[in-house]
Antibody, heavy 115, light 107 residues
């Protein structure tokens, strides 16, 4: 079955960077775009960006431009989301999700930014 | 950026009631509108795609309608397990966006 498995929780200090992974299985990796969505504690869903697994092209929402980098490794069917210059407001659960209609979601990765 | 506005923000309802949640887009998005259910400490779950297309495994009491700027998620004969927060999401143009969410409480 289609599955997205994300890396474990992270605790980072302000100013640091984090890299979250999302390993796909159960389908042809290069046939489906991947998205990243985040959710701050008690808040709604926030779309961050998208990556084309075929050629690695990306599009990010303006809010994260310059701080976020999405990459992929086709040999392991894994996509990555790196966020730099972390601040306390980046504390959130980060999700990967497949396709424009987000039909499958990872289990989420909690990133805590605290001094 | 397309803004999605859901209403209401919160609704308290009784089992077997019919519930309607609306999502209004700041500009036309044709039918590129999808609905999700999120329960506490769980990942969101796709309920309806492209405004009205049903999803395998989702109970038939969930349905969607609308096009252009106005969309509706309807839950017929609400069950206690439907207590959750519901989100709409548009994939018409980048950056994709979500509505602010509607929290459904079961009395």
């Amino acid at each position: 079955q289609v599955q997205l498995v994300q890396s474990g929780a992270e605790v980072k200090k302000p100013g640091a960077s984090v890299k979250v992974s999302c390993k796909a299985s159960g389908y042809i990796f290069t046939s489906h775009y991947m998205h990243w969505v985040r959710q701050a504690p008690g808040q709604g869903l926030e779309w961050m960006g998208i990556i084309n697994p075929i050629d690695g092209t990306t599009s990010y929402t303006q809010k994260f431009q310059g701080r976020v980098t999405m990459t992929r490794d086709t040999s392991t069917s894994t996509v990555y989301m790196a966020l730099s210059s972390l601040r306390s407001e980046d504390t959130a659960v980060y999700y990967c999700a497949r396709d424009s209609w987000l039909d499958t979601w990872g289990q989420g990765t909690l990133v805590t930014v605290s001094s | 950026e397309i803004v999605l506005t859901q209403s209401p923000d919160f609704q308290s309802v009784t089992p077997k009631e019919k519930v309607t949640i609306t999502c209004r887009a700041s500009q036309s998005i044709a039918n590129s509108l999808h609905w999700y259910q999120q329960k506490p400490d769980q990942s969101p779950k796709l309920l309806i795609k492209y405004a009205s297309q049903s999803i395998s495994g989702v109970p038939s009491r969930f349905s969607g309608s609308g096009s252009g700027t106005d969309f509706t998620l309807t839950i017929n004969s609400l069950e206690t397990e439907d207590a959750a927060t519901y989100y709409c999401h548009q994939s018409s143009s980048l950056p994709y966006t979500f509505g602010q969410g509607t929290k459904l409480e079961i009395k």
